[in-house]
C-alpha cells in the first residue's frame, strides 16, 4: 500500500514538474506583443480594467485608433473601452463582447461595420493576434472555432506551446522581459496612438461585391440580439477613414439592417466636415487610419451624439473615475509628447 | 490520418479505453471496426480496393484448402482402386487447380499494386511513344496497399503451401490486412505471428500500457524533432540537382541517411507501440541497420520483413524451381563453379529488381535495386580475398578500428546507393553523385551553403543532436532492450521518460501551423 502510494506520489509529482516546466517554457515561446506587434496586446488589457464602462467600442482598427476614451471621458465624462483589433472580423467582435458582458454591462456598443466586407476568415496571423490575449472561457472556444483559417488547429490556441514552439530560436529581450510580466498597457483603454502625419492621397480603387457577404451579416444579427438580450443600446458606426473604400451599397445595407432593428447608425465619412477631420492632417498613413489629432477630433463629435441620444451620465467627480482617467490622461499627454518628439 | 495529427491521437485515445471496456470476445470486432473507420478516413477507393484483395484472398485460400481436403479424400479413396500412378495423376491434378486458383488471385491483387504503382509512369511512356493524352494520371497509391498486399497475398501462399490453414472467418482475414497501424509504413506481417494475436482477447496492462507508451513517444520524437527537420535540408537539396554539387551530395548523403533512419524507424515505433498497446505483436523491422559490417548485413538489419518476404515468397521458391534447375544443368559445362552461381545470382538479381520495383516506379529505384543486388553479388566473389586478408592481418581485422572502418564502409555505400532515392532520374542521380569527385567545392557547404538549405543553425544543432541521442541509445541497445531496463527501474522512472520524450517533442519538434505535416516517407512506397 504503501509503496503503490509512493509510486503514485512520484507520478504525480514528475507530471506536476513537467508540465510545470511546460507551462514555463509555454509562456516563454508565445509573442508578447508588448515592444513589437503591439496589436496583439490589446485584447488581454481589457482584463486589467477596475471600473465598468458606458460605452464600448468593438471592431477592427478603425475602432482602436479612431476613439479616444480619454477624449470622451475628459470632454463629456463619458467611461469606454475599445475592444479593437487588427482585423478584428465580426465573429471575433460577437465573441469579445459576449465575454465583456460576462462582466459588465455596458449602456452601449458602438460596432464599427467595415470588418462586414469579410465573410470568411482571413489570416491566421490576425486570429492569434485577436484571440491569443483573451481569457479561457465559452467565448473564447466560440471565437477560435469560429475563426480558423485552414490548417489551423483548435488545440494550438488552447495550448500555445503547440503553436508557438518554433519560435524557441527566435526569442528576443521583449520575451525574456515579459516572460511573466504582462508590463505596461501599450494601449489608453484599448487606443492605440500615433501622433505622426502622412496625408491622404488619391484612393485606390478595388474591385468588390455590392452585397455584404452573408455570413457577416448574421453575426451582426447575433451581435444585436446578443446587445438586446443585455439591454444594451447598440449603435453601428463607419469611421471616416477614407481607405479601405466603403461603397455606397454597403452603406445603403447598413442603413437598411439599422432600420429595421431600430439601431442608430453613423456613416461618418459622411460627417467629416461637421467633425472637422481634414485628411491632410488627421491621417498617419494616407487616409486609411487616424492620428491622436483625427481620434480626438471623432470623440468630441461621437461624445456629443452619445451624450444626447443615449442620455449618457456624466462620471466627473466620480472619486474612483476621476483617479483612474487621471492616471490614464497623464499617461496618455506624456504618450503623445513623447511620440511627437519622435516625429 | 496521419501518424503526427490530433485525429489520430484522438482516434487511439477513444479505441485504447473502448478496446478494453468491451468483452474480450468481441474485441477483435471493435479493431475491426476501427480499422474500417481509419481506412475510409484514408478515402474511399483505398477502401475498395482493401475489399477486394480480402474478398479474393479469401476466396482463393479457402478454395484452395477445399482442393487440399478434396485431394486427400480422392486419394485416400483411391488407395485400394487405383495404381500409385494414377494417384500421382490425381493429386496433379488437384495441384494444378489449386495453382490456377492462385496464380488469378494473384495477377488480380498484385495486378491492382502495378496498376496504382505504374499506370501514370506507362500512361506517360506509352503517351511518348505513340502520341496522345497519357492516359492513367489521376492513378495513385492507396493508403497501405503496398503492404497490406504483400501480407495478404504472404498469407495465401502460405495456404498454398500448407504452412497455415485457410482462416474460415472472412473478418478475421479482414482484421488481419487492415489492422490501421500497418497500414502507414508496414511492416509487411506474417499471419502466422500478427494474424493469431490480432483475434486472441487481450486484458489490459498497464505495464505492457506504459512500455507502448514509451515506444510510440520515441517514435514521435524521432520523426517529428530529427526526421522532419533533416528533410527540409533533403528536399532542398534533391530539388536543385544543377545547384547543389560536389560536398552539397555528401551532405545529402549524410542526412539523408540519417533522415531516413529517424523517419522509418520513428514509423516503425509507432506502429509496433500503438500494436503492443492493443496487445498485438508486430514484427521487428529493424535491428541497428547501420552497425552492419556489409551490405547484406544491412539488409538483414533493414526492412527486415520486406527482405523476408522477397525470400521466403520470391527467391528460395525461383532458386530451386525447375527453369533454373534446367538452367543450371545446361551451364554445368562451363564449369561447376559458374553452373552453382547462375541460379543464385539470377535470383539474386530478380529479387533486388522486384525490391526496387517495390519502391517506386521510377527507373532510379530499378537501378538502385540491381545495383544493390550487384554489390551484394560482388561482396560474395570477394569473400575468399577477404578471408586471405583476415588471415594475414588477424590482429588488424579484429581490431575495433577495423570493425569501425567497415561500419563506416558500409554506410557510405549504401548512402550512395541511396542517391538515386533522391532524385528524379538515373541521370542526375549519377551525375550529382560523381560530382562529389569532380565538383571541388569543398567547404563551400560550410560557407553560407547550409544555410539556404531551410534549416537555420539552431535546426542543425537540434537535429545533430538528436542523431547523437539515436547513436548512443542504438550503442546502449546492444546490451539489452533499454525500454526494459527503464521500466524495470519503476513506474515512476518510465513515466518521467515519457515525460522528458513528450515535453521535448512539444518543444523541438516540427509540427503544428506553418509546417507540413509530412507523411512518413516509406508511406508512398
Known sequence: MKRNLLVIGGVVLACIVCFGALFAVSRLVAPKYHDTLIDGHLTGEYYRETTDHDVLFVGDCEVFEHFSPVTLYNEYGITSYIRGGAQQLVWHSYYLLEDAFRTETPKVVVYNVLALKYGEPQSEAYNRLNLDGMRFGRAKLGAIRAGMTDGEDFMSYLFPLLRYHDRIDKLSKEDWTYWFSDGDPVSFKGYVMHTGVDPATETPKEPYDPKLPETSMAWLERIAALCETHGTALVLIKSPSIYPEWHAEWDAEIAAFAKSHGLRYDNMIAENDAIGIDMQTDTYDQGQHLNVSGAEKVSRWFGAVLQKEYGLRDHRGEAAYDADYAALTERYENEKRRLSEGN | ?525
Request: aromatic share 16%.
Open chain 2, 1 to 525: 490520418m496521419l501518424f503526427p495529427s490530433w485525429a489520430f491521437l484522438l482516434f487511439l485515445a477513444v479505441l485504447v479505453p473502448v478496446y478494453y471496456l468491451v468483452p474480450k470476445r468481441i474485441q477483435w470486432i471493435v479493431l475491426l471496426l476501427a480499422n474500417a473507420v481509419f481506412v475510409c478516413f484514408a478515402g474511399f477507393l483505398g477502401a475498395v480496393f482493401m475489399a477486394v484483395t480480402i474478398v479474393t484472398v479469401y476466396a482463393a485460400s479457402r478454395a484452395i484448402d477445399a482442393l487440399f481436403v478434396r485431394q486427400r479424400e480422392t486419394i485416400a479413396a483411391m488407395k485400394a482402386t487405383h495404381t500409385k500412378e494414377e494417384r500421382k495423376a490425381a493429386r496433379l491434378r488437384f495441384e494444378k487447380k489449386r495453382r490456377l486458383v492462385l496464380i488469378v488471385c494473384l495477377i488480380l491483387n498484385f495486378g491492382i499494386l502495378f496498376a496504382l504503382k505504374y499506370g501514370a509512369m506507362l500512361g506517360r511512356l506509352s503517351a511518348g511513344l505513340f502520341g496522345g493524352k497519357p492516359f492513367g494520371q489521376d492513378l495513385a497509391l492507396t493508403m497501405g496497399i503496398s503492404f497490406y498486399t504483400f501480407s495478404t497475398v504472404g498469407y495465401l501462399l502460405d495456404v498454398y503451401r500448407e504452412s497455415v490453414p485457410a482462416e474460415k472467418n472472412p473478418l478475421k482475414l479482414a482484421l488481419f490486412t487492415s489492422f490501421f497501424p500497418l497500414l502507414v509504413q508496414g511492416p509487411i506481417t506474417r499471419w502466422e505471428t500478427v494474424g493469431k494475436t490480432l483475434t486472441e482477447p487481450h486484458a489490459f496492462d498497464g505495464r505492457r500500457f506504459l512500455s507502448a507508451s514509451l515506444r510510440i513517444a520515441w517514435g514521435y520524437w524521432k520523426k517529428l524533432i530529427v526526421a522532419d527537420r533533416l528533410l527540409v535540408a533533403v528536399k532542398a537539396l534533391c530539388a536543385r540537382p544543377g545547384v547543389y554539387r560536389g560536398d552539397f551530395i555528401f551532405v545529402e548523403m549524410l542526412l539523408y541517411a540519417a533522415c531516413l533512419y529517424a523517419d522509418f524507424t520513428g514509423g516503425i515505433d509507432i506502429t509496433i507501440g500503438v500494436g503492443e498497446m492493443l496487445g498485438v505483436s508486430i514484427e521487428e523491422n529493424f535491428l541497428r541497420p547501420y552497425f552492419s559490417k556489409s551490405i547484406s548485413e544491412y539488409w538483414r538489419r533493414w526492412h527486415i520483413t520486406l527482405g523476408e518476404w522477397f525470400k521466403r515468397y520470391v527467391y528460395y521458391p525461383l532458386s530451386v524451381s525447375k527453369p533454373m534447375r534446367a538452367l543450371s544443368k545446361g551451364t554445368r559445362r562451363l564449369g561447376v563453379g559458374v553452373s552453382r552461381r547462375v541460379p543464385v545470382y539470377l535470383a539474386t538479381l530478380l529479387v533486388w529488381a522486384l525490391t526496387g520495383a517495390w519502391h517506386g516506379s521510377n527507373l532510379t529505384f530499378l537501378v538502385w535495386g540491381l545495383l544493390n543486388g550487384v554489390v551484394i553479388l560482388l561482396s560474395e566473389e570477394l569473400k575468399p580475398l577477404y578471408a586471405r586478408f583476415h588471415a594475414r592481418f588477424p590482429r588488424l581485422t579484429e581490431s575495433a578500428f577495423y570493425r569501425g572502418f567497415t561500419v563506416i564502409r558500409t554506410v557510405l555505400l549504401l548512402s550512395s546507393l541511396r542517391i538515386l532515392d533522391c532524385y528524379g532520374t538515373v541521370r542526375d542521380a549519377f551525375s550529382s553523385f560523381f560530382s562529389m569527385f569532380t565538383t571541388w567545392n569543398w567547404g563551400a557547404v560550410f560557407r553560407g551553403g547550409i544555410q539556404s538549405l531551410g534549416l537555420s543553425y539552431f535546426d542543425y544543432a537540434v537535429a545533430f543532436s538528436g542523431v547523437l541521442v539515436m547513436f548512443a541509445l542504438s550503442l546502449v541497445q546492444r546490451k539489452g532492450a533499454i525500454r526494459k531496463r527503464i521500466l524495470k527501474r519503476g513506474t515512476v522512472c518510465s513515466v518521467c521518460v515519457l515525460l522528458v520524450l513528450i515535453g521535448t517533442i512539444l518543444i523541438f519538434g516540427r509540427y503544428g501551423f506553418g509546417f507540413d505535416a509530412s507523411q512518413f516517407i516509406y508511406n508512398r512506397f
